[in-house]
């Protein structure tokens, strides 16, 4: 089973049951016959947007917020997608262009629109490459510069 058809089974469990540990999860995940570590879980939630929410009982449950723009993930999310994912960093104004390995760019570029920054206006992804466009109050180079620190790239000499 590939990572987007557990995300969305997992998903799917979410909207149907209250779960309120990741081990329940990996137990329900594994009586659909997946099994799954709870790091991969962990992740996976992440990624998803997930959070834990109260119910009227008292209980904290997991949830995936039905609105897209409530997804928005931490910076130590985007620091570790960056790390992994990002190799080259170029701009053109108000244009940045991340390079990615094969087949990874969507990672990246999803991993940044959902981390909320108000530098950036948006994403478009290819198989390997990203282009980014920075806000109008900032620039193309101090964006560039703060995805490269977030990356863990040495800036040029």
Do not use: F
Not at 27 to 42: C, F, K, P, Y
Not at 47 to 57: C, F, H, T
Not at 101 to 120: F, K, Q, T, W, Y
């Amino acid at each position: 089973m590939s990572k987007s058809q557990r995300q969305h089974l997992l998903a799917k469990i979410l909207e149907e049951q209250s779960v309120s540990s990741q081990a329940k999860l990996v137990e329900l995940l594994r009586n659909e016959g997946i099994d799954v570590t709870q790091a991969t879980l962990s992740r996976d939630l992440e990624e998803l947007g997930a959070v834990k929410i109260r119910v009227p009982v008292g209980e904290s449950v997991y949830a995936i917020p039905d609105n897209p723009t409530e997804r928005v993930l931490p910076v130590d999310y985007l620091r570790r997608v960056l790390g992994e994912w990002l190799v080259e960093v170029s701009v053109s104004s108000n244009i940045i262009v991340l390079r990615t390995p094969p087949g990874s760019a969507h990672v990246v570029a999803s991993a940044v629109d959902r981390a909320g920054l108000p530098e950036v206006i948006g994403t478009v992804a290819g198989d390997d490459t990203v282009l980014l466009v920075a806000a109008s109050n900032t620039t193309g180079e101090e964006v560039a510069e703060r995805l490269k620190d977030l990356a863990g790239i040495e800036p040029a000499i």
